[in-house]
């Protein structure tokens, strides 16, 4: 009897031959259409839409318009919550159209990468080129801060230095991206890459892994959980990157955090599911051993689908009533997750939340009513070409 990784397996692996727009999943919404249809609409939306001039994915379009939100548009949101996100930032707009853009863009990045492996298109690599040259124009522009500063590039590139905002949300995509981009990285992207990593190790080691959150809460790795993606990445690439394996030592301060993830069911969050897998999968590839990384990838995982349906859909949370299109940021593990643990099956499901959410009017973000959620969409997208390349 044929498995559902068989299925997903054999399917896949004809789509990849086809390297084409091959009509071999019929969606569940809407009828008729096909994954890679809706993989076609969803990058022109994302090159379209959502990536500006200087090549960062812009966050949270207004959903009628399309476009980044107008003050006038802002007044009918909540305050509290701009407030609490933006502080008194004369521009809020600005702040909310560049709140996730170095997530999205890390993701749009490297789902280019894997399309480009997948199809040889010069587009794809010109695409991932041109994300890895954005977030390493905003690291530089952190520079003037502090080496390894990493601003939330809020209004953009051109204003990225004045940000005083930084999160281990955005670090951990870029790192995950700039990490897949290294290998086939010019001698002089390469040097650049190299500096960040080392330089963003030492900028959380002099800060004993803190910093503060939106002026109100003081993140570490005890506290959010999540933060370990970047944080025991980071380290072991500054290690790897240098040549100075006293880096890895101080994988040790943050053994108690590790040890703690293991029963934190707010870990079931996507967005943590999502930066904790790719942040340790980048650890694991780069040597680290820890036998808690591969095990923790497995629990996260069975915690994260505790709200996903078997047909797909995916819930805010286990009370099923908030519906969301972040499925997507488990889909895009999936192939991780198998990989290390083949009898999860993690890929059946994620073809399930892909076929589930095939339009952008459904990636919806359900804090901010009106709002695309632009990381349902990248990661959507790196859930599509990483599938693809299951089983290779």
């Keep these: 009897m044929h498995t ?33 249809d809706a993989e076609l609409k969803l990058r022109e939306f994302v090159t379209q839409r959502m990536m500006d001039g200087d090549g960062l994915c812009r966050s949270m379009l207004h959903a009628e318009t399309l476009r980044p939100w107008t003050e006038q548009q802002l007044t009918k949101l909540d305050p509290r919550l701009l407030t609490d996100m933006f502080q008194n930032s004369p521009d809020k707009s600005g702040c909310l159209a560049y709140e996730n853009a170095l997530m999205a863009t890390g993701e749009f990045t490297q789902s280019q990468m894997v399309r480009h492996r997948v199809t040889g298109e010069t587009s794809a690599l010109e695409l991932a080129q041109r994300g890895v040259r954005a977030m390493l124009a905003v690291a530089e522009e952190g520079r003037n801060y502090m080496p390894g500063y990493l601003p939330k590039p809020f209004g953009g590139l051109a204003r990225a230095r004045y940000s005083h905002e930084l999160s281990p949300d955005q ?6 991206a700039l990490h897949a981009w290294r290998p086939q990285a010019s001698a002089k992207e390469r040097a650049a890459i190299d500096r960040f990593f080392v330089e963003a190790a030492d900028f959380f080691i002099a800060r004993k892994f803190r910093h503060a959150f939106r002026h109100r809460t003081i993140v570490t790795a005890d506290t959010h959980h999540h933060s370990l993606g970047l944080f025991v990445s980071i380290v072991v690439l500054a290690a790897n990157v240098s040549g100075k394996a006293s880096y890895r030592a101080h994988l040790k301060e943050l053994s108690r955090a590790l040890d703690d993830s293991a029963t934190d069911e707010k870990l079931a969050n996507f967005n943590m599911t ?15 051993d820890d036998p808690r990384l591969p095990e923790l990838i497995k629990s996260i995982w069975i915690r994260a689908i505790k709200n996903v349906d ?24 999936a192939p991780i997750v198998e990989k290390l643990h083949p009898a999860t099956q993690a890929t059946a499901l994620a073809a399930k939340i892909l076929q589930r959410y095939t339009q952008v009017q459904q990636m919806l973000h359900y804090r901010i009513p009106g709002a695309i959620f632009e990381v349902s969409i990248t990661s959507w997208l790196l859930a599509y070409w990483r599938l693809l390349t299951w089983g290779k």
């Design 4 to 36: 559902r990784r068989y299925f997903i397996q054999g399917s896949l692996s004809m789509l990849a031959a086809a390297a084409g727009p091959s009509r071999l999943y019929a969606a569940a919404r809407p009828a008729g259409a096909s994954l890679a």
């Design 171 to 176: 670090y951990t995509k870029v790192v995950a």
């Design 274 to 288: 999502s930066l904790l897998i790719d942040g340790f999968d980048v650890a694991i590839k780069e040597g680290c």
């Design 310 to 333: 078997p047909d797909g859909t995916s819930y805010a949370g286990e009370d099923r009533r908030i519906v969301t299109p972040e499925g997507t940021r488990a889909a895009a593990c």
